[in-house]
């Protein structure tokens, strides 16, 4: 089917750099788009030629709304819209409306993002697992940001096992904030990437936003919170289940982590493994998990990411057929001699079997 679209003011700039846009709607939507002197022209199966049609709708009404795409927002949006065949750009562009995350736009940059984001939304308390790069901590902390201005929630919480320093941080020097700050420096990051730095420090200040490391929030009931805890592949058993019952009333809890970087000593079971298995059925949260293609940092860390993964299967691979392979017997040493066997000339010539 083939199908031609008028071409509206400003069209040029849903293309992309080097026409990298085009090339996605393409390949995620299997159809060919081709640029006239005054038209643009959309072949391809009719299905898919009705949704290369309504970007295009949608990317001209956003822009006669006067919305503006920013930091490669437009591409990220394409990317989630192609993998799912129930967005619309329109419908993305409106969700990132609705939220208000202080001087940034966050949009999600994967089908997995948005997913996260619509559970944290929905459900009290939502676990996010991936690898390294997928968003799961920053977007945690976008979205506490988004309830403390909307005044959803009274304060933000943000918690991380000190596991490098095994819970013991008297050595350190400084007060307790100074201790735990080199911990919880991603947390900060994100904060400070969204408010004003002096809102932030302002928050510490009066405690509406609060950073401790977990072995501190042991006999607390947070209402009214918003809390993360990040890093949760590092926490022990009893950390965890220690954690998941300070939710009060009112309050969202968000626990994110990777299990292919347990940091754990003497190889105590992971509490968010554990957790991962317990809470699976439990009604009221959810579980989100990200993979290498939720990687948002540079291009070369979903390189890095796939390329462990691959070497992990390839280690359980080769230990499993060494497993499975049968062992020799001791007999069949032909040194050794089996009872009934006449020596052999060698071994009476070396009766001691050296060399």
């Known amino acids: 089917m083939k199908k031609s679209i008028g071409i509206s003011p400003n ?7 080097r026409d ?14 081709n640029l006239r002197s005054n038209a643009i022209e ?10 290369a049609e309504q970007v295009f709708v949608d990317y001209e009404t956003l822009q006669r709304s006067g919305y503006t795409f920013n930091n490669g927002d437009l591409n990220s949006m394409l990317r989630v819209l192609t993998s799912d065949p129930n967005s619309t750009l329109r419908g993305l ?24 984001l619509e559970a944290i939304e929905k459900h009290d308390m939502v676990f996010g697992v991936g690898p390294a790069g997928t968003g799961k901590t920053y977007l945690a902390v976008a979205m506490a940001i988004s309830a403390l201005l909307a005044k959803r929630v009274n304060r933000i919480i943000l918690a991380r096992p000190a596991v ?17 700050d080199p911990y919880l420096r991603p947390l900060y990051d994100a904060m400070y990437d969204m408010l004003d730095p002096e809102k932030v420090d ?13 072995a501190f929030m042991r006999g607390r009931t947070l209402n009214d919170s918003f809390v993360i805890l990040d890093e949760a592949q590092n926490t022990t058993s009893e950390q965890m289940k220690m954690f998941v019952t300070r939710l009060g009333f009112n309050s969202k809890a968000v626990i994110t982590g990777d ?13 968010l493994l554990e957790a991962i298995d317990v809470l699976k059925n439990v009604h009221g949260l959810a579980f989100v998990h990200f993979d290498e293609s939720d990687v948002v940092r540079h291009h070369l860390v979903q390189r890095i990411v796939r390329a462990y993964d691959e070497h992990k299967n390839r280690a359980v691979e080769q230990q499993m057929l060494l497993l499975g392979e049968p062992r020799v017997p001791e007999a069949a040493n032909p040194v050794d001699k089996q009872p009934g066997e006449p020596e052999s000339s060698s071994r009476k010539q070396n009766p001691e079997g050296v060399n």
């Open 202 to 214: 302002r928050y510490l200040e009066k405690n509406v936003i609060e950073i401790a490391p977990i």
């Open 11 to 17: 069209i040029e700039t849903l293309f992309g750099t």
């Open 20 to 33: 990298e846009n085009v090339r996605l709607l393409e390949d995620g939507l299997n159809v060919t788009i």
């Open 164 to 180: 490098e320093a095994g819970e013991r941080l008297g050595f350190l020097p400084g007060t307790l904030q100074d201790k735990i």
């Open 42 to 51: 959309l072949e391809g199966a009719a299905k898919d030629v009705a949704r």
């Open 259 to 271: 299990i292919t970087q347990i940091d754990l000593p003497n190889a105590r079971r992971s509490g």
């Open 93 to 116: 562009a409106e969700a990132g409306r609705q939220r208000s995350f202080g001087r940034r736009t966050v949009q999600p940059k994967s089908s997995n993002q948005r997913r996260y």
